[in-house]
């Protein structure tokens, strides 16, 4: 089997080292940078699988068509289509997400599902990342063993969502006076790197950045 694998991320690299490793007899070529992708390089190499994990670039529509593309979204698709799921979740109190891997079409995280699996959005984002690294090498390993077989989303569960700017990541007076300790924990938690971290503005235009984050009891002394 021929696979192309393509995507920066860290938790996406990791699935596809872990998998040249897992299937030596396959031929693998990735693509783990913005500057290596190359479409004219996957059209010769006529691949059986184009993995897009971690790839947040527009995909030629060539490649869509004429290839067999999956892509992973850490989302229960069809819920929580669009960009930035992992923070469009945590940032709505969701405590439990999926990996979901899909055959890609013209739309926007629309394919038919190939594998689904549910993970758990608690803790640092490192471990979120983890889990999603650790479940989508399960589920490809599954994909390549037992053969693509995929099944319809159900558009009447569809949400969507865009993309988060990195503005948004400003903790307001607002939120500090009106949110909860749960709410401005999570955004600072889903913010952490490689995102832009939360922060808050000071008054003589600087800016103080978080990049870890707990919740402590405050102790009522009588």
């Not at 080292?17 to 006529?46: A, G, S």
């Not at 699988?49 to 229960?76: A, D, K, N």
């Not at 989303?153 to 969507?160: C, G, K």
């Not at 307001?172 to 749960?182: A, G, I, K, R, Y």
């Amino acid at each position: 089997m021929r696979i192309v694998c393509v995507g920066y991320r860290d938790w996406a690299t990791t699935i596809y080292h872990k998998l040249v490793l897992e299937f030596p007899d396959y031929e693998f070529i990735l693509q783990l940078n913005e500057d290596d992708f190359c479409e004219t390089t996957i059209v010769k190499f006529q691949p059986d699988l184009v993995l897009f994990y971690g790839w947040s670039q527009i995909i030629p529509e060539r490649l869509v068509t004429t290839y067999s593309c999956l892509m992973l979204h850490p989302s229960p698709l069809p819920k929580y289509r669009g960009g930035s799921p992992i923070q469009n979740q945590i940032i709505r109190g969701e405590t439990n997400s999926a990996v979901t891997i899909f055959l890609m079409d013209k739309g926007i995280d629309t394919g038919p599902i190939a594998k689904q699996k549910e993970i758990d959005l608690t803790g640092s984002l490192d471990e979120v990342f983890e889990r999603i690294s650790t479940t989508g090498f399960e589920l490809t390993c599954k994909i390549l063993c037992e053969g693509l077989s995929v099944y319809a989303q159900d558009e009447r569960e569809a949400t969507f969502f865009s993309r988060r700017k990195s503005c948004e990541s400003e903790i307001t007076l607002d939120e500090l006076t009106n949110q909860s300790s749960v709410y401005l924990y999570n955004k600072i938690r889903m913010l952490q790197d490689p995102y832009p971290n939360a922060f808050f503005k000071t008054s003589d235009g600087k800016r103080i950045v978080l990049k870890h984050v707990s919740i402590e009891d405050v102790e009522t002394k009588l």
